[in-house]
């Protein structure tokens, strides 16, 4: 629990991805988690230009696990379903955004 009043998942210093509630305003409060209810909860990650598909992967896995927890269901960003296929497409996207962010930087 940190900047924003949200959850970040952080790795050697560096945040891979958060974890806000999509309940206005987007915040957790601790001290009352076991008498919290909410719609859903979103997590995100900024790209960095390195480790994307990893960061992406392992904020996916938790998305699964929370989802199995909690009784939710993973979903996309239109609120479909998050199928295999979609996330291949997102993975594949992350390596074409670390690929212009290399030759950006070695020009």
């Known amino acids: 629990h ?6 970040h998942r952080v790795v050697d210093g560096c945040t891979w991805y958060s974890v806000a509630n999509m309940v206005k305003p987007g915040t957790f409060d601790p001290e ?5 209810h909410t719609r859903g909860i979103s997590l995100f990650s900024e790209l960095t230009g390195s480790d994307g598909v990893r960061r ?3 904020m996916l896995e ?3 696990r ?3 927890e909690l009784g939710g269901v993973v979903k ?7 199928t295999l296929q ?3 497409f997102i993975q594949d996207d992350i390596v ?3 690929a212009r962010s290399r030759t950006r930087h070695a020009s």
């Open 76 to 82: 996309d960003e239109t609120g479909s379903s998050l």
């Open 96 to 98: 074409a955004f670390e």
């Open 56 to 58: 992406f992967n392992e």
């Open 32 to 36: 009352h988690a076991d008498d919290m």
């Open 2 to 7: 940190g900047h924003h009043k949200i959850f």
């Open 66 to 68: 929370l989802a199995e």
């Open 62 to 64: 938790t998305a699964h």
């Open 86 to 88: 979609t996330a291949t």
